[in-house]
């Protein structure tokens, strides 16, 4: 007899022994990792609203101002009647303006002003100048996996107890500078906190989030395989369950043969002539742009269990993601050129646990003569594959299997050092693997 997957149940399974772990667990500090779209930040206010109504205060702890005030707003909308600290920085734009009018929640630049509250939320960065208070019982770490250790290392005496909520998908935790003269040591502090913390105390629960609520169908199997090995996990939805169209027939251009394709499958690589290129290659921005205004001009419905009917994607659920500033600013302008406006466009480090319904990305890889440690991050190609609900277009010149079979990893092997797994290099060619799956040639 065949068991069917319920991925409501596993989340909830999941969910429940997390948070009974964290209210009636002796342990000082529990990890949960957590796959692309798994519902951490809703596990996050789901902990934090447990742990307030069981009478212990707490501080909660996210790496981002952009990420604490949304917290804030969620704990807000899910509790309107729970007295909430926004701890916040003394600079002239502190925080998101939403948050004035927002009864529950007091705002002040001090720690003691907000003393007797029943939750506290601030950036790593502003925690970590908070002296002489009393400890809190409970902290909850928010992208516990974006924090290096040095910033956790900072607040650990503000509190007795914590829960740590991340996915180890995601980019590393980002230094401004070299970091090699730590590497394998105990404290480098250039290591996440999570790796730190369970190398130090490998004796605390680790919970995992089965379920991505996100990605389709289509794409979970990938994302799991090729970045979460040891971790896997499975879409919240099934195929058939979402449907992206177009209301255009296709004009049979490159953009529009690899939307279709997409659109059917989830997935479609538009792929170029191979050629080396600057890394802004004018035609492959150009591309990329063309793609996005094609999926607009087309008039682009998502059908899901959202809603009863389908919905249009319009500019705002549209992002293009690339590995370079430069490459998002041409970008921008290519758009720009082609009156297209409210599309996010940015690198993977920015658009790290946002949503929407299609990407559009250019490829790490692409039109490069070489293979460096910074492109073939894991990380990097992982949040640019797991941000979309519905389909995923990479746009990328060919070559890219022979050059990553000319440059394999030759970063020096550090003692102490835990090897990451899977490493870009075999991510990668599973991601193009897949791709080439799916892939329309186009010579513009």
């Known amino acids: 007899m065949t068991t069917v997957f319920d991925p409501g149940a596993a989340a909830a399974r999941a969910t429940g022994a997390i948070l009974d772990d964290t209210l009636r667990g002796s342990a000082r500090g529990i990890v949960v990792d957590s796959p692309p779209g798994a519902g951490k930040s809703t596990l996050v206010v789901r902990a934090a609203l447990e742990l ?67 939750v506290v939320i601030s950036t790593a960065a502003k925690w970590a100048h908070v002296k002489n208070v009393e ?50 040591l105990s ?35 990938l994302v799991s395989d ?69 999926l607009l001009d087309r008039g682009g419905v998502a059908t899901s269990e959202r809603a009863d009917e389908p919905v249009p994607v319009t500019a705002d659920r549209v992002a293009v993601g690339t590995a370079h500033r430069d490459q998002a600013a041409a970008v921008r302008a290519a758009l ?37 440690a910074f492109h073939l991050e894991t990380g990097r190609l992982c949040v640019l594959a797991s941000r979309h609900r519905h389909a995923c277009v990479v746009v990328c010149r060919e070559g890219v299997a022979e050059l990553l079979d000319e440059h394999p990893s030759t970063e020096p092997v550090q003692l102490g050092v835990t090897v990451k797994f899977p490493d870009g290099w075999e991510a990668n060619h599973a991601v193009l693997a897949h791709l080439a799956e799916h892939r329309v040639r186009w010579r513009p």
């Not at 109504?53 to 807000?76: E, I, K, S, Y």
């Not at 979402?242 to 690899?258: H, I, T």
């Not at 009156?339 to 250019?362: H, I, M, P, S």
């Open 52 to 118: 307030a109504a069981a009478g212990h205060p707490l501080m909660v702890v996210a790496q981002t101002n952009a990420q604490v005030d949304d917290l804030v707003v969620r704990l807000a909308e899910k509790e309107p009647g729970l007295p909430v600290g926004r701890l916040h920085s003394n600079d002239s734009d502190p925080y998101d303006k939403v948050l004035d009018g927002l009864e529950n929640v007091r705002k002040s630049a001090k720690a003691a002003d907000l003393a007797g509250l029943d």
């Open 336 to 372: 720009a050129e082609l009156g297209v406006t409210g599309v996010a466009v940015d690198t993977a480090n920015r658009l790290q646990g946002r949503e929407f319904d299609v990407t559009v990305v250019l490829h790490p890889l692409s039109g490069r003569p070489d293979a460096t």
């Open 187 to 221: 404290y480098d502090p250039s290591a996440s906190a999570v790796s730190t913390l369970l190398a130090h105390n490998p004796e605390l629960p680790q919970h995992r989030l089965p379920v991505s609520w996100r990605l389709p169908a289509s794409a979970a199997p």
């Open 135 to 184: 400890p809190w019982g409970h902290a909850i770490v928010d992208e516990a996996y974006q924090m290096r250790s040095d910033a956790l290392l900072a607040v650990a005496g503000l509190f007795e107890r914590a829960l740590f909520v991340g996915d180890p998908g995601q980019l590393d935790p980002f230094s401004i500078v070299g970091a090699d003269q730590w590497a394998g």
């Open 226 to 294: 090729a970045f979460y090995p040891y971790t896997p996990f499975r879409s919240g939805t099934d195929h058939g369950d979402r449907k992206l169209s177009f209301g255009v027939a296709s004009d049979g251009s490159g953009p529009d043969r690899v939307l279709d394709e997409a659109a059917e499958a989830g997935w479609g690589l538009l792929e170029l002539p191979a050629r080396h290129t600057p890394r802004t290659d004018p035609e492959a921005v150009r591309a990329v742009a063309l793609v996005v205004r094609r």
